[in-house]
Structure formats: C-alpha cells, structure tokens
C-alpha cells in the first residue's frame, strides 16, 4: 500500500512538472513572438525614413572606423530618372549648426605605418573630398572654417600616409576644411615658420572667408580622433603626447608638431618669425609671442593628444640651427619687426591636386653668418 501511494504521488509530481514545462514554453513563444513583431516593425520604419538619405557614395568599408559620409547638398538623387519636387524646398528643413562633440566620433585609433600606401586608393577612400583637397559637412553647418599648413619639401611618402589618416578624421569631426601643403622650392635651408607665414597668406587668398588654421608637421598622425582640429578661445597646442616623447609633454613650453591659431590671434602676434633657419626654436619663439601678447596656450587632455611620428632621418638642409637659443631670448624685442608683416617670398607655382592644395615658394636663403674673430 505505502509503495502505491509512493507511485501515485510520484506520478503526479511528473505531471504538475511537465505542466510547468509546457506553460513555461507556451509564456517564452509568446514573448518571442512580441518581441520579433516589435524589431520587424521598427526595421522597417527605419528603412523607410533612411531610404530617401541614400546615396551611391555611403559605404561603410571606410578607413579607421569613418563613418558613411554624404555628398554636398545638392546631389543627385539615386535615381538617375527621378525628377525632383517642385515644392521640395518649401518643405526641407534648414540645417542646424554642427555639434560641438560630433556624434560619429570613433575615439583611439590603430595608427600603422607598415601597409603600403598610394594617392590613388586615399582618393578612391574619400570620394567625397573636393578638388584641392577641401571637404564641407552636408548635413549641419560647420562652426569655423578651417585652412591646415604644412610645411614640406621632399616628404611625399609621408603626405600619403598624413592624408590617408586625417581626411577620414577631418569627416569625422565635422570640420568644413582646405589642406595645403606649402612646398619650400630649391635646396637650400629648411625654414618652417616662414613657409606656415607663406600658407596663412595664400590660403587666404584661396578663400578668404577661413578664420581657422592648423600647423602640422606632415609626420605625426593623432591617435584620437576626439583631439578636434578646431580653434579655441585661446592658442591651441594638440600634439601634447607624442610617441617619440613617450607620450608625455617634453616641457611646459613646447609648442612643437601640430598647433592651432585662430585669425585674430595669429595676427595678434605678427605671425610666426621669420629667421629660424634649420631646425628648432622657431616653436619656442611662437610661444614667447603667444604668452608676452597676454595669451595661454590651451591643450587637450594627455590621453587624447597622442600622436605617432613616422620615423625618419633627418632631412638635409635642415641641420639644427646654431644661433636659435640666442634668437628665442630676443623674441620681445624681434617680433614686431619679424613675421607676417615683413614676410617676402615668390609664388611660384599653384597646383590643385585631388587631395590637396600643393603651393610651391621660393623663400630665399639665410643670410651669412658672421665670422668669428
């Protein structure tokens, strides 16, 4: 009798079990279900209000994780037959101004070096990016407007790599810009403060409207694309970490690699000097005029300011220069009387190439030096 009722009770123990399993199925199908009917209506809501925004250049195989980017306003529709609206303007709304903190931004970037690199596949990687090497956000108004220097004679492997890493960053970060590259003609010596004091002056030229403008040397990449390519209340000083300096500040005064002034406040301090022939001090000097003209140099957070430096000998006619600790202890008194205001050269030849605006100017040479009696 006790085994009986055991196996009664037993059994109905199976039963209320597999009850409980059933309904259990049934509750998990029904949840399924819901949940399935809710992803497939907003799917389909979002293809629809996205299928207007298509166009033939959106593609997210974009280099360093850039997100898809947009032809200027204005583009043709995908349709080739489609015939726009008579009453489409009436209806479209006016852009709104770009967001300080762009949405798209990827953040630390893989920067390598060891890949081989073209002109033709930066181009084929930035469809969007115009004669001249000039961009313009299509879906908000860009802040400023941006003219990017550089300095350069002899350095074409490395612009390949410089524009394959930025033009995606430059998208990125919303920034309506113009890169030039401003070409020291001749082989005598190198003179970089002078050739940026060339590229303000010519890039204005080019478009006057820029209040904007970035110095960079065509070597060092930003590993972050959140160290924005702006200008600020104050001087911008954005190579803070660099990977030759183990990532940190080498000194609080240094303002070398890449560096940003607005309009007003590189005519503020008549621009950069003039006569630092070879390499060193004209960084320094920038940073006398900035801090003895009542300005600070501000800089992004350490973590954010790094850059890799593609490696590279020394290029000649670029030795170091003898006389440069001598010239950045004068800078109070030269700095009236060298810079944009007293800036000569001869434009030699203007050539826009798809990816950017390469100027080539004759610049002079240093004068001699005096004998030591």
Known sequence: MTRLLLGVTLERICKAVLLLCLLHFVIIMILYFDVYAQHLDFFSRFNARNASRAHPFSNSSRPNGTVPSYGPAGAEAPSPSAKPSTNHSATEKPLQPCQETPPGLVGRLLIEFSSPMSMERVQRENPDV???GKYTPSDCLPRQKVAILIPFRHREHH??????YLHPILRRQKVAYGIYIINQFGED???RAKLLNVGFLEALKDDEEYDCFIFSDVDLIPMDDRNLYRCYEQPRHFAVGMDKFG????YAGYFGGVSGLSKSQFLKINGFPNEYWGWGGEDDDIFNRISLNGMKVSRPDIRIGRYRMIKHERDKHNEP???RFTKIQNTKMTMKRDGISTLQYRLVEVSRQPMYTNITVEIGRPPPRLARG
């Open 321 to 323: 220069n003898p006389q």
């Open 247 to 250: 990532f940190r500040l080498p």
């Open 189 to 191: 010596t190198f003179n």
């Open 159 to 164: 612009l390949k790599y410089w524009l394959h």
């Open 130 to 132: 115009r004669l001249g």
